[in-house]
């Protein structure tokens, strides 16, 4: 069962490493990029793409020997550290998301000057998460991989208190309030798109269309990361390393976390497709682009909106 997780794993994890990469081919072939809401999305993708390429390293674990554990010792505290780092990395990246969004979609701020902020601490906090472990020496192979596990020849206790609080407990908290928020802008932007008349571009349409993409991250990641919390406490509560775990468990396990990639270029192929198709359907089809609502913020919004359009065209964004 041992092996047949590492392999489905590592399958799961080269599947998701091809996905991010179409999906950051196809951001950057259509020259989305330019506009910050696309750049969220290559940032989440190529975090994606970092994790599934560390993630396929635990293959060489195929072979692993509880015997001669100094042969993969090393290598597999490097993995860990950069599995617990890339997730952590996915995770701050779908927070600063959120956090943008619900300003420019509730709060009427653009806060693209920020976005320099947001990439610097989804790459420097993480690595405070990871680094407790490498001091502690927890990064220890149980399947499906490398992370912050117990070792049979040391106590428990300190592996099971930070596998919680470095990563299961700190991770739900964080993506429960982030799809809280995301699920609150939704439904404040649905009801602002049926009370005002939709003519020729209600700003609040475009907005939706925007923040639903957006909104998935959170949430899926929210779901994702609770079955490695049950994972956890089938580990944490057995008396061995691999001893007391169902491989129901283990093999749910290794689906899961390998999601994590799969999901994130997923999410962007089917948003560039579906707003692709739409646009070709309203070509079709002959009708008016949607239009305008009124009100002070809507001028306010048309202006903002005309003057990126113009720094795009001039190379400024």
């Known amino acids: 069962s041992e092996h047949l997780a590492d392999i489905i794993f590592c399958v799961l994890n080269g599947v ?121 020496h927890s990064y220890h192979y149980a399947p499906p991989g490398c992370f912050i596990n117990k070792d049979n020849s040391t106590e428990p206790q300190i592996a099971e208190i930070e596998r919680l609080a470095l990563w299961n407990v700190p991770a739900m908290v964080i993506l429960f309030v982030a799809s809280i928020a995301m699920v609150v802008m939704v439904t404040i932007l649905t009801f602002r798109v049926k009370r005002e008349p939709i003519k020729d571009g209600d700003q609040f349409w475009k907005a939706l269309k925007q923040l639903l993409p957006l909104a998935a991250f959170p949430i899926l990641f929210f779901i994702l990361v ?51 198709l739409y646009l070709c359907c309203c070509k079709n089809s002959g009708k008016p682009a949607p239009g305008r609502w009124k009100g002070s913020r809507a001028i306010q919004f048309q202006r903002d909106e005309r003057m990126e359009n113009s720094n795009i065209s001039r190379g400024h964004i």
């Open 226 to 276: 609770i079955p490695e919390l049950i994972y956890g406490i089938y580990v944490s509560t057995s008396s061995t390393v691999n001893d007391g775990v169902p491989t129901g468990v283990v093999l749910a396990a290794s689906v899961f976390v390998a999601m994590w990639g799969i999901a994130s270029g997923a999410v962007v192929i089917i948003h560039i497709s579906v707003a692709r």
């Open 16 to 136: 998701g490493l091809l996905v991010c990469l179409a999906a950051a081919i196809l951001v950057v072939a259509l020259r989305l990029h330019r506009k910050i809401v696309y750049r969220l999305f290559l940032y989440q993708v190529l975090a994606g793409i970092a994790f599934a390429t560390v993630q396929m390293l635990q293959i060489v674990f195929l072979n692993y020997d509880d015997k001669s554990p100094r042969v993969y010792a090393r290598l597999c505290i490097a993995i860990g550290f950069l599995v617990l780092y890339t997730q952590w990395i996915k995770v701050f990246f779908a927070t600063c998301a959120t956090f943008h969004l619900f300003c420019f979609a509730i709060l009427y701020k653009n806060l693209k000057k920020l976005e320099a902020l947001y990439v610097v601490t989804s790459l420097l906090v993480p690595a405070l998460f990871a680094i407790v472990p490498l001091i502690t």
